[in-house]
């Protein structure tokens, strides 16, 4: 009817923290929705609702970026790319 409720799985919900804001990435499994938009989300799970007043029932993936618990201000360290070393010149042959 144009809504539906994903209710997270308990093992995951465990291994991130979802107190704090996590990304939800919808896919819809059909041309003929009108759009799909989470509308609500909370530590248990997250509504999608389709977009424009749509009601239809439509199969959707979806795929969460959250933090790991534990560890949420852990961030990659800094790469420095190294520099590029200068190619040596090649002498000309003559030839030509």
Do not use: C, W
Request: overall charge positive.
């Amino acid at each position: 009817n144009g809504q539906a409720t994903v209710r997270l799985d308990p093992i995951f919900a465990a291994t991130v923290n979802t107190a704090t804001k996590y990304h939800v990435f919808l896919t819809p499994r059909s041309a003929e929705t009108k759009g799909l938009a989470v509308v609500e989300q909370n530590a248990e799970g997250f509504i999608v609702q389709e977009a424009h007043g749509g009601r239809g029932s439509y199969e959707f993936d979806y795929r969460i970026m959250a933090k790991v618990r534990g560890q949420e201000n852990t961030r990659l360290e800094v790469f420095v790319l190294p520099t590029v070393p200068t190619l040596p010149k090649i002498p000309s042959s003559g030839l030509g």
